[in-house]
């Protein structure tokens, strides 16, 4: 299956400040999906993004909040901006596999 | 929205216990997937099912798919200490929009030595 790493693994922000986590894939992927995951909760699917267009976002997630980049068929960056508390979570990109959808280790976010 | 409900919560169990976990839906899957987390880490995939009836395992892991498509069962035999952790299971769907996969509440397990 595919090695996904997730950069940073984990931060603290100050509320206001906008954070870009980073998603690489040993191979090429059609789609990547962006998933929060909030404290004790389970994973809940940000949006999907497709190489060569704009991402499709999920119910109650909007670009302006969460704007997603994915300029080729192995990375993706998922911004989380204007950061409250409230964002403090875990986000982790996801790819399909042969076998089934296989995740990266996360990025823990924590704004203060 | 389609919503996954996993049952038990949590489970406190002694080693060398049975565990079973399930989870039902709403609305028909696709596919069932059932997967493990651990404290600092992204789930890691443990089983697929892919149509109903399906029974499937996994070392000491067996699932199924249930035959209305809106439920599947996870169990652990002889469970041992690194069986600690979230297990989630997850529900795709694929339509012509493209696929999309749901994720029940999570079962939190807890194995005494």
């Known amino acids: 299956s595919a090695v996904i790493s997730q950069k940073p693994s984990r931060d603290i922000c100050q509320r206001g400040t906008s954070l870009t986590i980073q998603c690489q894939v040993d191979?090429?992927?059609?789609?990547m999906f962006w998933y929060r995951q909030q404290p004790g909760q389970s994973l809940t699917l940000i949006a999907t993004a497709n190489q060569g267009s704009e991402a499709t976002y999920e119910s109650g997630f909007v670009i302006d909040k969460f704007p997603i980049s994915r300029p080729n068929l192995t990375f993706s960056t998922l911004t989380v901006s204007n950061m409250s508390p409230e964002d403090s979570s875990i986000y982790l990109c996801s790819v399909v596999t042969p076998g089934g959808y296989t995740f990266g280790s996360g990025t823990r976010l924590t704004v203060v | 929205g389609q919503q996954l409900n996993q049952s038990p919560q949590s489970m406190f169990i002694q080693e060398g216990e049975d565990v079973s976990m399930n989870c039902t839906s709403s609305s028909i899957f696709n596919t069932w997937l059932w997967y493990k987390q651990d404290p600092g880490e992204g789930p890691v995939l443990l089983i697929a099912?892919?149509?109903?009836?399906e029974l499937t395992s996994n070392g000491r892991l067996t699932a199924q798919f249930g035959i209305t498509r809106k439920d599947s069962f996870l169990n652990i035999s002889a469970s041992i200490p690194s069986d600690v952790g979230i297990y989630f299971c997850?529900?795709?769907?694929?339509?012509?929009?493209?696929?999309?996969?749901?994720f029940g509440t999570g079962t939190q397990l807890k194995v005494e030595l």
């Open positions: 191979s090429q992927v059609t789609m």
């Open positions: 997850a529900g795709l769907l694929s339509t012509g929009g493209g696929n999309k996969l749901t």
């Open positions: 099912l892919y149509k109903a009836g």
